[in-house]
Every structure is written in C-alpha cells, then in structure tokens.
C-alpha cells in the first residue's frame, strides 16, 4: 500500500511538471529542455523566500510560483521569441544552452551544497486504524488536484483557454480568426513557468534540494508528454499518474536505483504498441 501512495505522490508531481512542457510543445512546435531547469528555480526561490526572508512557507511558494512564472516569459522573450522563425532546431539548441546558463548562475549563487526546506515533520494521517500517508503528502495531492481542476476549467471556460485550443490546433489558422497568438503565447509561457516553479517546490518537500533537480526530471517529463500524446494535456495527466505508480511500485522488485529506468522502459513499450501515445488525438 505505502508504495502506491508514494506513486500517486509522484504522479500528482509529474502531472504539474509535465502539463507545462506539453503546453508549450503544442504551441511553440519544440522540446524545452530548460522546463527542467524551471523546476530548479521554483524550488530555489522557495528556499529564498522561507529560509533568507523568514516568509511563511505556504506565501514562500506562492511568491515562488509567481517569480517563476515571470521569469519563464522573461526567459522565453529573450532567448526563444527572437528565433521563432529560424527553426526547430535552432529553438531546441538554444533552450539546451539555457538550460546551462540557469544551472550555472545558480550554482554560482548558492553553491552545490545539498539543501532542504527545513519544514517540521508531518503528522501521519489514519484510515482505518492504519497510517496511510502524513499530512505533507496529502497536501501534494490536494495542490495537484486544485491545479488539474483549475486548468481545465481555464481551458475549457475562459476566452483565453479556447484560444490556447484553437491556436495549438493551428497557428496560422487562429491569427486568421482574429486570435491574438502573441498574447496567447505569453500566456502560455506565464502558465508552463509557474507550473514547473510548483513542480520544483513539491519535488524538494518530498526530498532534499540539489542542483541536478532540473536534469534528473526533464527526461522523465519528456517520457510522460510522449506517453500521453504529444500536446495532449488530459493524455499527459494519465500518462504522469502511470508513470509515477509504475516507478514506485517497481521499487518492490528492482532496486530503487533502476527506479527512473521504468519510465523509458514504458515509452518504448508504447511507442511499439500505440506510437500516437494514450490520446486518442487533439489538443486536450
């Protein structure tokens, strides 16, 4: 049982960290290999926040989403905005080459020393005279859902979640339909950057805080987004719980070194058995 609770808890994380990449997939057309390194200053700027200026860490992550968020759409005016048209490739590149400047101007920051939040341990939660999860666990959880729930209604309610649907299913064709795709697409960077600054913050309370947090999950993430569907952000959801409950799970049998293996183990099998991924196609 402790193992398909620390599955689920995963696979409510994976979701925040992977809804993002798959947003920004459908509607820049390429990998953003620096969404990872998203998930390191999300969880950083917490850390500021709550061990240098004393904040209350629930306001600690609230202000860390928000700074994470502004600074995604800052990053992507900046770094990828002014290569939009000269191609996949060169968008690819250079989102890996900020994936190592924001490594580097971290690490130079606040060292490469092993950091937690500090947070006082939870109280374990009982069902049934058993101890299922602890109060800290369950709060991951209930973040994913509010998170899940609140986007599909932006998506599916809001003038600007239609128009991220209708601008993912075709650019040139939205902008004909008088969509403002500039607009959109700042939003979707603001959305996808706040995501993953989220993602960083939950991945750090369930462990410590390291330096390699952006590169030992952006693979992971990438596995999910092709799981689910390319794009597919409903597919993406199904595909993160899958995962996560796969990898903790396989815990039981192969050493918990082998752990993040099972993820690549799944895309494979996938992309032989349905290579269009979980979805059954679309944007959501």
């Known amino acids: 049982m402790d193992y398909v609770v620390y599955g689920i808890i995963t696979g409510c994380i994976l979701i925040i960290a992977s809804i993002g990449f798959s947003m920004v997939w459908k509607t820049e057309n390429f990998l953003n290999i620096a969404h990872g390194q998203l998930l390191l200053i999300g969880a950083y700027m917490a850390y500021l926040f709550k061990s240098v200026l004393n904040f209350p860490f629930a306001l600690a992550m609230v202000c860390s989403v928000i700074a994470t968020a502004v600074l995604g759409l800052l990053l992507a005016k900046v770094f990828y905005f002014p290569v939009r048209k000269s191609g996949i490739l060169v968008l690819l590149f250079t989102s890996i080459g900020l994936s190592w400047i924001i490594y580097g101007v971290i690490q130079a920051i606040v060292g490469p020393e092993i950091r937690t939040f500090g947070l006082e341990t939870s109280k374990m939660i009982d069902v049934f005279g058993r101890q299922i999860m602890s109060a800290q666990e369950l709060f991951i959880i209930v973040v994913s859902l509010i998170c899940v729930i609140a986007l599909h209604f932006v998506l599916t309610k809001t003038k600007n979640g239609k128009g991220f649907r209708a601008m993912a299913e ?32 939950l991945l750090a309370m369930t ?19 092709i799981v689910g569907g390319m794009g597919n952000i409903y597919g993406t959801m199904l595909a993160a719980l899958i995962i996560g409950l796969s990898m903790d799970i396989s815990t039981v049998v192969i050493p918990t070194s082998y752990r993040t293996a099972i993820a690549f183990v799944i895309v494979i099998l996938v992309l032989l058995i349905r290579p269009q991924g979980l979805s059954r196609g679309g944007t959501a």
């Open 207 to 225: 462990g410590t805080l390291n330096m390699e947090l952006g590169w030992q999950q952006i693979l992971i993430i990438m596995s999910v987004v």
């Open 170 to 201: 075709n650019r040139d064709l939205a902008q004909i339909r008088g969509i403002n795709s500039r607009q959109l697409s700042n939003y979707v960077w603001l959305i996808s950057s706040g995501l993953a600054g989220l993602a960083g913050i």
